[in-house]
T-cell receptor, first 111, second 111 residues
Framework: DQQVKQNSPSLSVQEGRISILNCDYT??????FLWYKKYPAEGPTFLIS?????DKNEDGRFTVFLNKSAKHLSLHIVPSQPGDSAVYFC??????????FGKGTRLHILP | EADIYQTPRYLVIGTGKKITLECSQT?????MYWYQQDPGMELHLIHY???????EKGDLSSESTVSRIRTEHFPLTLESARPSHTSQYLC??????????FGPGTRLTVT
């Protein structure tokens, strides 16, 4: 049973607009959440994270929001740029040195 | 920024061959991980290590084995490759409990 779910396999967004990627989780023991970005034929690169004691973390164009009661987090990218086209993985950890990944959402930035 | 290397990047090999996928990191991280990922799917943890002489099996059953004789080196071995082993293999390392840094991956095809 998947503990981290990304229900949208793909998303297309116009360049300059906001991209919103969603993620749901089921395990209440998760206390840290991460987003990774992956280009084809490369390994995932760490993008941004958030601790369960916060509800928002911002880094430049990237903001992650956490709603613990809904067990939901989202990644906002604004403004979206062509280089943002990639697969985005949501991931979560219960502090046991392991990360559980979702299946990823492929983001296409349209010119 | 973590420096982590994987070789080979691509490998096509026949059934029954023994193969070793190499992973090295230069950051002195104690924790290292091997993941297996198929297109459109989540990353599955197959092996991890907390340090020299420490190896553990991950959440996904795998016929591969690993060793950790040096901090910087975490090779993965398949004694007898089969077509079902065709996948992308990703190595990662971490200093702390959460963020992991990934290598570029090895795409393995067993014919």
């Amino acid at each position: 049973d998947q503990q981290v779910k990304q229900n949208s396999p793909s998303l297309s967004v116009q360049e300059g607009r906001i991209s919103i990627l969603n993620c749901d989780y089921t395990n209440s023991m998760f206390d840290y959440f991460l987003w990774y970005k992956k280009y084809p034929a490369e390994g995932p690169t760490f993008l941004i994270s958030i601790s369960s004691i916060k509800d928002k973390n911002e880094d430049g164009r990237f903001t992650v929001f956490l709603n613990k009661s809904a067990k939901h987090l989202s990644l906002h990218i604004v403004p979206s740029q062509p280089g943002d086209s990639a697969v985005y993985f949501c991931a979560a950890s219960a502090g046991d040195d392991k990360i559980i990944f979702g299946k990823g959402t492929r983001l296409h930035i349209l010119p | 920024e973590a420096d982590i290397y994987q070789t080979p990047r691509y490998l096509v090999i026949g059934t029954g061959k023994k193969i070793t996928l190499e992973c090295s990191q230069t950051m002195g991280h104690d924790k290292m991980y091997w993941y297996q990922q198929d297109p459109g799917m989540e990353l599955h943890l197959i092996h991890y290590s907390y340090g020299v002489n420490s190896t553990e099996k991950g959440d996904l059953s795998s016929e591969s084995t690993v060793s950790r004789i040096r901090t910087e080196h975490f090779p993965l071995t398949l004694e007898s490759a089969r077509p079902s082993h065709t996948s992308q293999y990703l190595c990662a390392s971490a200093a702390g409990a959460y963020e992991q840094y990934f290598g570029p991956g090895t795409r393995l095809t067993v014919t």
